[in-house]
């Protein structure tokens, strides 16, 4: 017979979390997870499950009908976009600035799409003329781009330029909005944007579980038109419409508890407004900015294209990241995140998103990243 291994009750460390996600969550949002289940049938579960589709309305800024929470992460939330909207033989175009293009990529093909790229590097925001002769060249279906690129700390500035280039060719755009929504200005209805995916552990400081999805009615349509299944069963938005949509007809079980998260944390962006937040990202994150380049480092983006929810910032040479991690953790308790991908060893990357972004927070990051530079020789 088996022993059980010899462990004790779990008991994890208290950090701040300012990497790039998860963020910090606020205490009633944590309150809410220890209520006790209900069925996801329940009529009372089903309650929460409109509001929760109001409030993600109000929050991605849509009238869209198709908005719900997808179970699991934001790559679900993004998997879901891919997998329904991307039919065998459709073209589509993903940019190469940055890690989370390459993930669209990956999911494109496996949807059985032809992925052809538009190109610009990491740190800089795509420029619509690229767009547009992308689209010249390739004639794509679908268009993918990232609104807050949490690897490079860009924000994508001219979305309504982007989305008309894509009208024009009646192509369909999907933007990756998991760093953006509900911590940087985000109007997908008025922005043009056919489909827009997010996380919880991001700006909405939720644990993650439950990923903010929203799918237009022109999208919905060729979702609903497709000559082929989605090969994924889970991510079926034709199946799941039994569920969220009129029916309320068993699909899979909701994740409940993170189903009740969500709708707490949208709760606290209702009740502070979502202009409110957006200003409260751009005053906090900026006094980090500032901080920063106090300290003599410099950002890894123009200010122009700067994401406040995400801090990208360049290591000083003399500097190893991964002892500067491991030191900030262990003596401060503090989680910020170094670079992936094509940026690894170049940066450091500080998050400002949802209950993180916090005036003490960043005087904590501040000090403790001073003292840990320090300590490996650089003066300020
Ligand atoms: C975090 C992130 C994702 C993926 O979300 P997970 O919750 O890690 O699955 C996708 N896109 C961007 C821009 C992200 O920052």
Not at 143 to 156: C, D, K, P, Y
Not at 169 to 190: F, K, M, N, P, Q
Not at 330 to 347: K, V
Request: glycine share 8%; proline share 6%.
């Amino acid at each position: 017979m088996l022993q059980p291994p010899e462990t004790d009750p779990l008991n994890p460390p208290e950090r701040t979390l300012m990497g790039p996600g998860p963020s910090e969550v606020h205490p009633r949002v944590l309150r809410i997870m220890s209520a006790p289940l209900i069925g996801h049938l329940d009529s009372a579960f089903i309650e929460i499950m409109n509001e929760v589709q109001d409030l993600l309305r109000y929050t991605f800024q849509t009238e869209n009908r198709w908005t719900i929470p997808v179970s699991g992460t934001g790559s679900a939330s993004m998997e879901t976009a891919f997998a329904n909207v991307v039919e065998p033989g459709d073209t589509v175009l993903v940019p190469t600035n940055g890690y989370f293009g390459g993930r669209m990529a990956s999911m494109a093909r496996r949807a059985g799409g032809e992925v052809v790229r538009v190109e610009a590097p990491w740190g800089e925001p795509l420029d619509p003329e690229d767009v547009a002769e992308a689209f010249d060249r390739h004639d794509p279906d679908i268009f993918g781009f990232v609104h807050a690129e949490t690897s490079t700390g860009v924000l994508q500035p001219h979305v309504s330029e982007l989305t008309s280039i894509a009208h024009e060719h009646d192509a369909y755009v999907i933007a990756d909005c998991v760093t953006s929504l509900g911590g940087v200005e985000l109007r997908v209805d008025e922005w043009g944007i056919d489909v827009a995916y997010s996380g919880g552990q991001k700006c909405l400081s939720c644990p993650p579980g439950a990923s903010p999805l929203t799918v237009n009615d022109r999208t919905m349509e060729k979702v609903l038109d497709r000559d082929t299944e989605v090969r994924s069963w889970y991510l079926d938005l034709s199946l799941l419409e039994g569920y969220w949509g009129d029916d309320r007809s068993y699909h899979h079980t909701a994740p409940i508890t993170n189903v009740y998260a969500l709708r707490e944390s949208l709760q606290l962006v209702a009740e502070e407004g979502l202009e409110n937040r957006w200003e409260r990202h751009r005053t906090v994150a900026g006094e980090l900015k500032a901080g920063l380049e106090g300290l003599g480092l410099e950002m890894n983006s123009d200010d122009e294209f700067w994401l406040p929810s995400l801090n990208a910032v360049r290591i000083p040479d003399s500097v190893d990241d991964g002892q500067l991690l491991a030191e900030l953790q262990e003596e401060h308790n503090l989680e910020i995140a170094s670079g992936l991908g094509d940026l690894e060893g170049e940066i450091l990357r500080i998050g400002c998103m949802g209950y993180s972004a916090q005036r003490k927070n960043i005087e904590f990051v501040l000090s403790a990243l001073e003292e840990a530079l320090a300590n490996q020789g650089y003066e300020a």
